[in-house]
């Protein structure tokens, strides 16, 4: 019998990336098939490509509420973060801006691009969140000052899915001068984003976590804003992106998109509920459990719990790994880093001690989870916390 016969696995780690729709594989094939000419070609092969490539353009721009100019493709997440917090700090350099304001939480694509800079001699300031992971404004604007080239606040944390008030975070930054980004990586497809709403610069993308394939993602690029590119070669993109673009991957991109749009409202709901009665009926069976994250302000398909250190009897890192022979997938409070396991940086900066940040997991639910998924979930979760927790 095969590891996959043994027990009936159940995917509940959505927020590190979710299963390919099948109608999102189907958009994507003709490109791989028939469809295969360079969109910067001026021939015909070329023109359908290119066609299908602004398409793809123009439907994901759509969504944010922004043009087709300003969404530029890029290799995904990642990409989009470095690009926006390289590019906006060198555009901001060359008018004697070299500070940088971002907070504790971010995802380590836009911390770690923040902490790089300072090689090159930027001046960054890290705001800390308070105990539910929110960043607050009224810090931000503190942090700020007049040599202040961008600010970096996520939409949406992946990991205890805290929401925070990008808009407020945006206005101050306007006030004193600075660019905005913010990372809706998370948030893109769960709640709406929309770059006037949130009244940002820059705003970054990724395919893979709604639906569609790895490998793409996008930059919002407000028209007006001026950044450097990050790679020279040809003019794509505007010149802010060069390399040939991947039509196919832009064209399932796009289409992951408008299913997200057409069921967002409906998924957002019905994944809140099965979340919330998740929670309620875990923490009622195990009341040492401390949820990670606002109890409001929150992504709809996001549960983080923790077991206090003082209660838990085992390696507090041997939760998820035991809960993946149990065939449930989930991700841990822990990230591995060089060999070794370090607690999470954003548990730590809601001011979780170590052994608490250990014992952590993230339930992240999706479109294919269902009542039973939950209701099985409780059931061997239940059973390994009844050996791990001292009562
Ligand atoms: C908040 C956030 N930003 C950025 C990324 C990176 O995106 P990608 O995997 O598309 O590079 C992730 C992925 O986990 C994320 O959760």
């Not at 836009?110 to 539910?132: I, K």
């Not at 101050?172 to 905005?180: C, F, L, P, T, Y």
């Not at 309620?280 to 606002?294: K, S, T």
Request: charged share 25%.
């Amino acid at each position: 019998m095969s590891e996959r016969d043994a027990v009936r696995r159940i995917y509940l780690d959505h927020t590190a990336t979710t299963p390919l729709d099948p109608r999102v594989l189907q958009a994507m094939l003709p490109y791989f098939e028939n469809t295969f000419g360079n969109a910067s070609s001026i021939h015909a092969f070329g023109r359908e490509a290119k066609n299908a490539l602004e398409r793809a353009r123009g439907t994901i721009a759509s969504a944010i509420g922004a043009l087709p100019g300003e969404v530029v493709f890029t290799s995904g997440g990642t990409e989009s973060d470095n690009l926006a917090i390289v590019g906006a700090w060198r555009a901001g350099r060359k008018r004697g801006r070299t500070g940088v304001v971002t907070d504790a939480a971010e995802h380590h694509a836009v911390l770690d691009t923040c902490e790089r800079l300072r090689e090159d001699g930027g001046a960054v300031s890290v705001v800390g969140v308070d105990s539910n992971g929110s960043v607050d404004p009224l810090e931000v604007a503190s942090a700020m000052s007049g040599t202040t080239a961008l600010v970096s606040v996520m939409h949406a944390n992946n990991e205890v899915g805290t929401i925070n008030r990008v808009g407020d975070v945006a206005e101050a930054a306007h006030r004193a001068g600075a660019m905005v980004h913010t990372d809706a990586v998370q948030s893109f497809g769960k709640i709406a984003v929309r770059a006037d709403d949130l009244a940002v610069d820059l705003l970054s993308l990724s395919a893979h976590k709604l639906y569609g394939p790895k490998g793409i993602g996008a930059l919002y690029i407000r028209r007006g804003t001026g950044i450097e590119p990050l790679m020279t070669g040809g003019g794509q993109e505007k010149g802010r992106r060069p390399g040939t673009e991947n039509v196919a991957l832009a064209a399932g991109f796009a289409r992951a998109v408008e299913l997200a749009m057409e069921l967002m409202e409906v998924e957002s709901e019905r994944l809140s509920v099965l979340r919330d009665d998740f929670e309620r009926a875990l923490c009622d069976r195990f009341p040492c459990l401390l949820v990670n994250g606002h109890p409001a302000c929150r992504l709809p398909h996001i549960l983080n719990v923790s077991v206090n250190s003082a209660k838990v009897l085992l390696e507090g890192e041997m939760l998820v790994p035991n809960l993946d022979l149990e065939g449930i997938a989930v991700t841990s409070g822990s990230a591995c880093s060089s060999g070794s396991m370090q607690p999470s940086h954003v548990l730590l900066a809601m001011g979780r001690d170590l052994d608490t940040a250990r014992a952590t997991v993230r339930f992240s639910f999706g479109r294919e989870n269902t009542r039973e998924d939950v209701a099985e979930t409780l059931e061997r979760v239940s059973k390994l916390l009844g050996r791990m927790i001292a009562h």
